[in-house]
């Protein structure tokens, strides 16, 4: 066995190139977005507007131009055919850019996330979608997905080894040699190496002969020993405790917990996926088992599907859809159609599991029939429905409703709270606006200030106007299940003040130099004050040694009135306790500094007093309360 020369690697890279520049492209944009993602802060990026829109069109680009291109060659299109459904491609994702918000929510989170399922799953059905009005089963499309399966963990296996070591040279570099590395090269490193490398290190292996793949092969034996003697163990198991669980409900004449449904989803997925990886043997005489197993799983679905929509109904019925009841109602449908199915056609025609599965995924992606439009109106129905029942408000108002009707039940009270959250978590309030007659709009004044603020606006609005309580989601499961009725309050200031009054020319100052609120020639201002006396300020040098408390003069300038030294009780703690390269002591009492002049004293409480030498040269840093007399 020769290992491959530089000379044919660059050359195999080339070919790539030239195969698959459009998945290229998007991996190149894709490994942009992610560093700008790293570099930014949520806030820069939201002011940015085009990180998560270009992020997350190239990554829905790369399976999509791969799978157009794969099917651009098994089926042997023209040129300008594939140009055409790549520049339909293209057109759709830069709809999607435009589209996507500069913040991602939870509702185009999830549809990102739906749509990469769907097209992952193109890909692996794209090049045999004609395989679909056969009666057989051919052996090119298993082995194809085989190959990609088996490159895709090989391409994990080389980047995370790649990433194990250039991060490992990041800290050498730094601890040998001194130069400091930001913590944002690790997050570059992984990026670059997870999008481009990765990528086109798989594009490598992917399958072009399509007539080899038709070819009979030997079965990888570690593949057999690993789903015989691990998957398919697991799937017997968990069957088991579902019946198991059946049994109970049976007896005991209860509805199912709603946990089940996740269950009978992973076991069903787990089982389908373990006949997929041993479908070739299905024909072998000496694994006449495999073809008996697959026939009596899928007949043993049939009930486990009933508990599934027994537990998912029940939990609809009480609650509505939500995406996730959607999603879960939508797989169930598909698990009962592909079992009979494949009882039917005795396992053949396994194509048809990707096509299904990614034309599901497209469907409740977007559109009245999706999944977020649907649990929309479910929701929205379930507040009417509440409102109507409980006479709530005025005309159907809700503005004032918590007052007017004071003993409404405590689930009905988090039953309104939860479909509160729903609206607000989605940015969907505008839904909820017939309900109130104030304005669930975000106010212009929010508009510039940080998503986190906005978010809590949104989530605290629909409280403020109706007087109900918010409840969190632990104490709405502790009172479904019966549990003793929470009730808790917070209280906050939003943008605290740095110092107060406390009367007679006295004012007690906080955080003194926990953060500069404005830059100076001179070093950073920690603190202004304005006063009946006139306006003060804090000024701490550039090395912190020093602290000055400057007064505004009618000149319009500053003039320092009192000097504080922070370099004295510093220097005089270090000589007591000892100048190790690092060493932290904990005090008893908090260090007092003091300064006075004329009417003017200042008292500083020093919590935390740092010390940092470097080339001869002191760093002083410090954080604590003080006391400012203008009036001693």
């Given amino acids: 066995m020769h290992l491959p020369s530089l000379t044919h690697a660059l050359a195999q890279a080339g070919q790539v190139a030239r195969r698959f520049p459009l998945t290229l492209l998007c991996a190149v944009t894709l490994c942009v977005a992610g560093c700008a993602a790293i570099h930014f802060t949520n806030e820069e990026a939201a002011q940015a507007g085009w990180v998560f829109p ?376 505008a839904a909820l606006q017939p309900q109130f007659a104030g304005s669930l709009a975000l106010p212009a004044g929010l508009r510039d200030r940080s998503p986190w603020e906005q978010d809590q606006w949104r989530q605290d609005r629909p409280f403020e106007l109706s007087g109900f309580e918010h409840f969190e989601p632990y104490q709405l499961q502790a009172n479904g299940a019966g549990g003793a009725a929470s009730t808790w309050v917070g209280f906050y200031v939003q943008d605290p003040p740095r110092y107060y009054s406390l009367g007679g020319g006295r004012y007690w100052l906080k955080d003194v130099g926990s953060g500069a609120v404005a830059p100076d020639p001179a070093g950073d201002v920690v603190l202004a004050l304005s006063t009946a006396d006139g306006s003060f300020r804090l000024l701490s040098t550039f090395a912190g040694d020093t602290l000055l408390l400057q007064r505004f003069q009618p000149d319009a300038a500053w003039r320092t009135a009192l000097r504080l030294s922070l370099r004295v009780p510093a220097d005089s703690l270090v000589a007591r306790y000892g100048r190790n390269h690092v060493n932290t002591v904990k005090l008893a009492t908090p260090v007092v500094v003091s300064a006075g002049a004329g009417p003017l004293r200042l008292r500083l409480f020093i919590t935390s007093l740092n010390r940092e030498e470097l080339d001869h040269k002191a760093r002083y840093t410090y954080t604590a309360d003080g006391l400012l007399e203008l009036n001693p």
């Fill in 54 to 429: 270009l992020g997350s069109a190239a990554a829905l680009g790369l399976p999509l131009t791969l799978a157009l291109a794969l099917a651009a060659e098994r089926y042997g299109w023209r040129r300008a055919t594939t140009w055409a459904a790549q520049g339909a491609a293209v057109a759709a994702l830069a709809g999607w850019a435009a589209l996507a918000p500069a913040l991602p929510g939870l509702v185009w989170g999830l549809r990102l996330v739906v749509l990469l399922l769907g097209l992952h799953l193109a890909v692996a059905a794209a090049p045999y979608v004609g395989e679909l009005r056969r009666e057989a089963d051919t052996p090119g499309f298993w082995r194809y997905n085989e190959t990609l399966l088996l490159r895709l963990l090989l391409a994990g296996l080389y980047s995370g080894v790649l990433y194990a070591g250039c991060a490992l040279a990041l800290v050498a570099v730094r601890e040998l040699f001194g130069w400091y590395t930001d913590g944002d090269w690790f997050g570059y490193l992984f990026v670059g190496l997870a999008s481009l490398f990765n990528t086109w290190f798989f594009l490598a292996g992917v399958p072009r002969d399509w007539a080899a793949l038709e070819q009979e092969a030997p079965y990888p034996r570690g593949l057999k020993v690993f789903t015989q003697f691990v998957l398919l163990p697991l799937v017997v198991l968990y069957v088991v405790i579902l019946y198991a669980y059946m049994l109970r409900i049976v007896v005991q004449w209860e509805l199912p917990e709603g946990w089940v449904s996740v269950l009978i989803l992973a076991l069903a997925v787990a089982g389908i996926f373990a006949l997929l990886l041993i479908h070739p043997l299905r024909h072998d005489p000496a694994n006449a088992w495999i073809r008996t197993f697959a026939r009596w799983f899928y007949r043993a679905l049939f009930p486990l599907l009933g508990l599934l929509a027994l537990a998912i109904g029940t939990r609809i019925r009480a609650y509505g859809i939500t995406e996730e009841r959607y999603f879960v109602v939508l797989l169930a449908a598909w698990l009962l159609g592909i079992a009979a199915y494949f009882l039917w056609r005795q396992g053949r025609g396994i194509v048809w599991i990707p096509v299904t599965l990614a034309g599901l995924a497209f469907a409740a992606a977007a559109g009245p029939w999706g999944a977020f439009a649907t649990a929309e109106r479910s929701q929205l129905r379930q507040l009417r429905e509440l409102v109507e029942q409980y006479q709530l408000g005025p005309g159907g108002r809700l503005d004032g409703a918590a007052a007017q009707v004071p003993t409404l039940p405590l689930a009905v009270r988090g039953r309104l709270s939860s479909l509160f959250d729903f609206f607000s978590k989605r940015d969907a309030l």
